[in-house]
């Protein structure tokens, strides 16, 4: 979902090379400037989605209003170098100050009187040791292992007659914190668990049964290293270990590994569960399991196989469990997490929202997938609460959010630390509790797991069904029930589903999908239940029925997601049917495969074992649908206002997933459409998606009150990246025809226009994920471009030929790309022009494209109205401030100083284009005032000192007149006339001049992997039709 663009990728790896250092170094902290520390900007979505593509955390990054229209406050915790490679890009990140001080300064100001260093006389590890000797027939200090500069890594073993009891003998629940440095909360909701039970025994009846039947294991500190490190000067907001990755003996923000990224399981399994660059936050190390401490960790698990696992970090207040590594995927074990953890409206712990992992953003390589699915335990990481939550919860106090810096710094107060640590008492028993029997917990909010979690549907076809259900494991004699037309019941034996090419095989260890086949004909209504028994007493699921069609032989299913009842576009009163279905039915033919119409809007989201999987392959199309959406739907609600395209229906979300788990059993897809793997504007916002209702209750509209992504329950564009192959998406236009480039499509080339209902004029470019993540070393996603288009491009790719000018947005530029126009011999009447095409996305109002001009060696500067209108004589926002004019005074021979701000100046007048182009537009400039004299014309790029969008892109540049073409330059082989000039006297200057190059990204018009094929346009819309559809089933099921 997060994004690391090719251009942010080159400058962070530019930022250091990575040199090994032994384990047991102890590299000193950098003496000046804190390495880590929290800053401030505001960004438009563009920039958003440069900052949401650059490795961060995303509890990292925190989103507020602006006081600048379109654009939103961020504060993000980053390293200096992290932060310099995004201002590079025109981010103008500065560093967070609270009362005048920045993160280094407040630590400085205000000693730490409640948190306390792990290591030390007095402080943690101490305290540990004096626990275990105070209450030694309970209590015992055992060091697991020790970190990367050789520090031992304390825990203490609580339970009856510790010392002589053999590890594993009683069920055992692991209690840790601190794998992030930073999250002093952490470790006192530990260090206070571990007192609440020892000094609770023999005092409490409770406490007292839980500590006598049950092996306890508490680990305040995991990172030893990098939580001391916190308490130095200039590190309070350090995260990862201390391994000194460059060898230069300090620690930098260069330095150190993510110890929740470093297991084995799932290491690496892309870059944006974890990073490969060492400067990222959540940098992956070298090797899986690299890390001394990931490799304590581990050891504790393999020595004791803890039945739970509470693994606290901070700071979001959730409940996450189940599945990190992709989105929206369930596992058996959640009917135990859902019955322990509770919901949005009863959590387990007061205030936070229980979840799956990947809902907060993708993981791999973390700790709960490696102790879930190596060593069987029941993990949960609890979230724990904000500075400003805590600030906020108590009125009277002295705390208010406003004087947090960062999320991160929970206050140094007794009171507000005890209270958080009372208000995840109730949920760290419950775990505890429910230890002995965990397939049956003991859940604080009074739920229970129910026996089965069955898949129903309603629809089948063919004439052998499979069905499933989540059982739990320890139930004896499962089996399959059911009845054919309401017949006698019938029997079947289950076994066990060991998951698919992707998923399914995990988080299993007290349930299981099970799955059984029922032999049936068309026609027939069968009725299925699952049953088992539990103990002496026989125990079934609930039941549900379907109907199964003829399936007609068809070994093609054309799925057609019309939404022709739905609202985006509204279709004409009385359609009550697709208008495309047919057509692809017969194309289908044509490629001698049997089709079979399943019609969304009137059959309902076909099922995966029900539907999909009795077929070859799968066609699904859009026709005229832009997004799947019913009245409610649009537009979201936001602080920034009305978003349009950014939230859809169910059925949307459940088709992709309904696909999504038919390609993972082997299935064949061809997905065709003009906005296929589109996700509206908001997408830049909340780190690549589309919502589908509010969070923890989809069935109500999306409203973004304080954060794009963690509001509303997001709809990932994961799909498309990791399983059809296009890693992003740009709006290419209206191209004129289709070249296939590879297979299936080398040698094809199509006339595209469109049907007069729907006109291509929105195709969609796909970024190809190989491209990205190189099949080297990422082959599960091997993509590859299947074709191109001709007639038009996406917005940063050469609209004529493989060569343009490229100005990549940065705050205060004065660019310019400049040439001398030899009129002298023209005549107005032949009216010379200049022409170019451009693509650009600015700052609505504030940064601006103006074409300057004036005659050689004269001062007579002017800009030039565009006479296709997109120039308007308006003048720059926020203009009667002055801030602009002083940053760039040469900006006075078009505007004067003054409230109002005047749109002339000392020898010309402002003429100007701002905003969005949504790709590339032709520009006209009329030079007749300048015949018979050479003038000197600039296409200049002026941006103001604040945010910004992606800049300008230059091609196809002319010179026309009314009796021909005098010269034309696209910039294929240099510059020709034209030259880059610096900002002019007076400016700052520019971090990055205009360069001429090929395309930053390349979109293409069809992507394909072994599995599925996927076009940026409806096969409707294509001259040749029949050879489009041919060559994608040969290569799907041929």
Known sequence: MRRLTPVLAAAALLIGTLVATPANAA???ASAGAAVDLYAAELSPDQVKLLNGFGLDHEDIRFSTSKEKGSVHVEAVMSAAQAAA????GLGLTVKKVGGKDARQRAKAAAPKVFRPYSGPGNIREELLNVAAANASIAKAVDIGKSVQGRPITAVRVTKDVNSLRPHKRPVVVYQAAQHAREWITPEMVRRLLHHYVDGYGKNAEIT???DTTEMWFVPVVNVDGYDLTFQDGFRLWRK?????????????????????NFPYKWGYDNEGSSNLRTSQTYRGTAPGSEPETQAQMGLYKKVRPAYLVNYHSAAELLLHGVGWQTLTRSPDDAIHNALLGDIDHPAVPGYTPQLGAQLYTTNGDTDGQADNVYGALSITPEMATCESAARSDPDDEWEPGDCGSGFEFPDDETLIQKEFQKNIPFALSVAKSAKTPDEPVSAVGRTAPDFETDGFTTSYGTSQEVASVIRRSLRHKEL????????????????????????????????????????RPGDKVEVWFTGWKGWKRVESKHFTYTVRDQQKADVLVIADEDYTGVNPTYPPGTNKPRYAQQYADLVKSAKHKPLIWDIDKDGVPHDLGVLKHFDAVVWYLGDNRLTQDAADDPIKTYLGDQPDSQVADRAKDLLLSVRSYLNEGGKLLHTGETTGYYGPVSRLNGGGIYYGLKGHPER???????????????SDDFFQYYLGAYDRQRVGAPTAFTGTGSPYGGVTSKLAGPASNPLNEAGGFQVTSTVLPKADFPQF???KAGDYTGAAAPTEPVEGQWYVAGPHQDGLYRRLTRTIDLSTVTAAQAPALQAQLSYSTETGFDNIIVEAHTAGTEDWTTLPDKNGRSTTTVPEQCEQGYLLDMHPFLGHYLTRGNPCGNTGSSGSWNAITGNSNGWVPVAYDLSAYAGKKVEVSISYVSDPGSGGTGLFIDDTRLTMSGGQPDAEGFETGLGAWTV??????SPGNGAEFTRSQAQIDSVSAVATRDTVLLGFGIEQAADQRVLMIRALRHLID
């Open 481 to 520: 029930r059911y009845r054919i037309n309401g017949g006698r019941e019938r029997s079947a034996d289950l076994r066990e589903w060991r998951g698919g090419e992707r998923f399914g095989d995990e988080n299993d260890t007290y349930y299981a999908e099970y799955r059984g086949k029922i032999r049936q």
């Open 701 to 715: 509209p999306c409203v973004v009150t304080s954060n794009f992504r963690d509001d509303c329950e997001l709809l």
């Open 27 to 29: 590299p000193k902290p």
């Open 86 to 89: 995004l201002n590079r890009q």
């Open 209 to 211: 049964k839980l500590v």
């Open 782 to 784: 091997n993509s590859w």
């Open 241 to 261: 270990n201390v391994r000194d990755n460059d060898g230069d003996g300090q620690i930098t923000g260069q330095d150190g590994i993510d110890l929740n990224r």
């Open 981 to 986: 000039q610096g900002a002019p006297t007076g």
